[in-house]
């Protein structure tokens, strides 16, 4: 039972891994394009592209996030561990259960405060000042960012680092 569960939560962890990541390269692509086309437009043509800045704004809003969470769950993060790659394995699994807690506490309170704050600008519809774009829907990258940071965290925790604790 716990093998197929397990088996469940890795396919539908790969098709979510799938989907973000083309979801956020489609916004890299589409912020470049139009990046392009401004500068163009504003050079050539002098016409500048009215609400140019806050749609990059907005993509940029999108693709940060997704792409802190794609990191988070292929584990290509950034991380200096040359005082822990010395240590033995039992205090490097407990540096990494400590560690792991921290991150996951961090990027929890993250998304609760972004789901709270999503809530917030829904009720007060606020837009933006060219476009007139609400700007709620621009929080849910946030929220699944710290959603799928804490899952990937827990996994870790769970799976790499207790284990190594009761490991000799």
Request: hydrophobic share 55%; net charge positive; glycine share 6%.
């Amino acid at each position: 039972m716990t093998e197929t569960v397990q088996g469940g939560f890795k396919k539908f962890g790969k098709y979510f891994l799938k989907a973000v990541t083309f979801v956020s390269a489609l916004n890299l692509f589409m912020m470049m394009a139009l990046t392009a086309i401004a500068v163009i437009s504003r050079y050539f043509f002098n016409q500048p592209i009215p609400g140019d800045t806050e749609l990059v704004e907005f993509m940029m809003a999108i693709f940060v996030p997704l792409s802190v969470a794609i990191c988070a769950a292929k584990h290509q993060h950034i991380a200096v561990d040359m005082f822990v790659e010395k240590m033995p394995k039992r205090p490097q699994a407990i540096f990494g259960v400590v560690s792991s807690l921290l991150i996951m506490a961090f990027y929890g309170l993250v998304a609760w405060e972004n789901l709270v704050f999503l809530f917030e600008e829904a009720k007060t519809k606020t837009t933006t000042a060219v476009l007139l774009i609400p700007t709620y829907p621009f929080i849910v990258p946030l929220i699944i960012m710290g959603g799928v940071v804490v899952v990937v965290m827990l996994h870790q925790l769970i799976y790499v680092n207790i284990k190594g604790i009761f490991e000799k």
